[in-house]
């Protein structure tokens, strides 16, 4: 790059270790990833891995291009110039600020999935690993699938719990106090506290629009169809109790859609009790369901699996 550059500038932007872990999961998960979140912390949040240990990192970086050409930033809505990263780098490159003004940054893109959707995705990513290569059409029902759920499951994703998350960062405390003092030396600590409400973003589902339901379903239905009548679905678990309490908070207001919620938790969690109970219940009251439970896309993804 020397022939092309008089001087160099490394913008540098760092992260909360355990909300970057958050945000890697996801990528993780969109990229084939199979692993638990708690077993990615394990296997890659400590400081050994210079992409968590920044101290490592800037070095790494600092000994290419020298330490005076890197610009580091807190990548924090109360640090960054406007609240976005894309704003603040434009600024540092000294954009003109009617050029920003103009620009659609404010569009989010690499967005996360709630934890709903990441857990029915590595479930299908469990899958896919599994097929071989040969087995187009039914990797293509899965790409379907998971394409749909990247699309229509957007939002704030599954974080550690509380304890995880202080155990986790707090193995960073001494390099992050090394950053502190090198470039941050005005801030008492490098990242804020973890949250009192940290963790809690496991769940539940509070809501789910006709759309993630009817997508909720054909992932439901093609993993139940691989694993047989009447087995339980272990990828997809904790959607069981998400779905079945979501069920019970609308069994009231939307009668329909509970009984499409519990079904779906009946299906992956089919030796508990309360929720077949409850399931008999809302069938008793809702008469236009179906009673194979299979929607209409999850009908047209088998027939696309199935043609030869």
């Known amino acids: 790059m020397e022939p092309f550059a008089e001087s160099f500038e490394v913008v540098v932007y760092l992260r909360r270790q355990v909300d970057m872990l958050a945000s890697f999961y996801s990528t993780q998960l969109k990229n084939g990833g199979t692993q638990l979140l708690e077993r990615t912390a394990e296997r890659a949040c400590h400081s050994r891995n210079h992409y968590y240990n920044y101290k490592k990192l800037l070095a790494l970086w600092g000994k290419v291009f020298g330490h005076d050409a890197l610009c580091v930033r807190l990548f924090t809505p109360a640090f960054l110039q406007g609240r976005t990263i894309q704003e603040d780098f434009l600024s540092l490159v000294q954009c003109p600020q009617e050029a920003i003004q103009s620009m659609s940054i404010s569009e989010r893109h690499n967005e996360s999935l709630i934890p709903a959707g990441q857990v029915m995705l590595r479930g299908l990513n469990v899958r896919i690993a599994d097929l071989p290569l040969d087995a187009v059409h039914e990797r293509g029902t899965v790409e379907v699938l998971r394409n749909d759920l990247v699309r229509d499951y957007k939002g704030v994703g599954m974080q550690l719990t509380a ?6 960062q707090a193995g960073f405390d001494e390099s992050n106090e090394w950053v502190r003092q090198a470039w941050f030396s005005q801030r008492e600590c490098l990242f804020e506290p973890l949250e009192s409400d940290y963790g809690e973003r496991r769940g539940p589902l509070m809501e789910i629009s006709k759309a993630q339901l009817t997508l909720a379903e054909g992932v439901v239905g093609y993993l ?15 959607c069981a109790s998400w779905f079945r309490d979501l069920a019970l908070q609308l069994e009231d207001s939307k009668p329909d859609v509970a009984l499409r919620l519990m079904a779906l938790a009946h299906r992956i969690r089919p ?38």
């Open 163 to 168: 304890s995880q998350a202080l155990r986790i």
């Open 224 to 238: 139940g169809d691989v694993a047989g009548a009447g087995q339980p679905l272990s990828e997809l678990e904790p």
């Open 271 to 308: 030796q508990e009790e309360f929720i077949a109970d409850r399931l008999d219940s809302y069938r008793d009251k809702v008469s236009t369901y179906p009673s194979s439970g299979m929607n209409a896309l999850w009908q047209r993804l088998r027939d696309l699996w199935t043609s030869k």
